[in-house]
């Protein structure tokens, strides 16, 4: 039987970016990284209410389609509680489709502070991380940035029981605890791009040779990110999806180079534009100024614990 939730009941969520694909592993391997959004949720008597502060408050839709809205619902629902009114109240850091997981994190954001609010009338009724993880990544179509916003730290990712879309999906992540050496420093393009479009570009076959490239890359990924950091290099290295994307990324495929170059492991966010650089030393000065005469915004990221509601 689904309970009603009382009014003036209150949470806030506390939600990270994330990173996915880190070079070779597409669609599987992410990261939860230390730019968040703050979703504030609070039972009222009726209607929906929602405002928007900070990135998209003016082109996102204010109302019951409203990504942040959509999760809520669902999270109420999948807890057996519901709402006779809402009020919703997103803070937004986190840029959008700049590959930095904005929409996994809107998701998380608003499955989580559903959560908050079923638990706070009954314990029993909370949600795993499992089952956040699923119905995050059900909105997602796949686990990556999503599993990384609610389980923190870095992730591998992966999808069971069927190839296609039906719902018999299941989708699971386990977490990997990151070497404490390791940081994120993120370069950020003022264009945005399309998740559609750059995967469009992507071919519907691969070499066996590339494929097990990949294969071996993300593997050492794994190790290095764990304990043997001075692997990051060789362990970002990919050819699945960034060759393929480097045309729609021209400023985004520079700057890769450049900083690989130095040395540097660094790889495409996600769907891109952004830059993921991960990095164990002081982020060098003159490519930091270089890149913010081209453009790109610099930012020293520490890596995120998952989502957090209070």
Not at 18 to 37: E, K, V
Not at 66 to 72: G, K, S
Not at 174 to 201: C, F, M, Q, Y
Request: charged share 20%; with cysteine.
């Amino acid at each position: 039987m689904t309970k009603t939730l009382p009014i003036g009941l209150t949470v806030t969520a506390r939600v990270p970016a994330s990173s996915a694909n880190l070079g070779p592993g597409f669609d599987t391997l992410g990261l939860a990284l230390g730019l968040y959004d703050e979703i504030t949720v609070t039972t009222t008597a009726s209607g929906l209410t929602i405002s928007v502060e900070g990135e998209g408050a003016d082109d996102v839709p204010w109302g019951p389609s409203h990504l942040v809205v959509r999760a809520v619902e669902r999270g109420l629902e999948s807890a057996g509680v519901w709402a006779d009114g809402l009020d919703v109240v997103c803070r937004n850091v986190i840029p959008h489709s700049r590959g930095l997981g904005s929409s996994a994190s809107a998701v998380v954001g608003g499955l989580a502070a559903a959560n908050g609010l079923a638990s706070k009338v009954d314990g029993e009724l909370a949600l795993s991380l499992e089952q956040l993880v699923q119905l995050a990544s059900e909105f997602e179509g796949h686990p990556d940035n999503a599993a990384a916003s609610v389980l923190g730290g870095a992730v591998v990712s992966w999808t069971e029981s069927g190839v296609g879309d039906g719902e018999d999906r299941r989708y699971r992540a386990a977490r990997l605890d990151v070497d404490p050496g390791i940081k994120a420093v993120v370069l950020v393009p003022n264009e945005r791009s399309s998740t559609a479009h750059t995967r469009g570009l992507l071919p519907e076959f691969v070499p066996h040779r590339d494929a097990a490239f990949n294969v071996s890359r993300a593997a050492l990924a794994v190790v290095a990110l764990t304990g043997r950091p001075d692997l990051l290099l060789p362990a970002t290295a990919d050819l699945l999806h960034q060759p393929q994307r480097a045309p729609a990324l021209p400023l985004t495929t520079e700057w890769i180079a450049r900083l690989r170059g130095a040395g540097i492991a660094a790889a495409v966010s996600g769907a891109g534009p952004t830059v993921l650089a991960l990095i164990t030393e002081q982020f060098p000065d003159d490519l930091r100024a270089a890149a913010e005469v081209a453009g790109l915004q610099v930012l020293d990221l520490e890596l995120a614990e998952g989502v957090h509601v209070r």
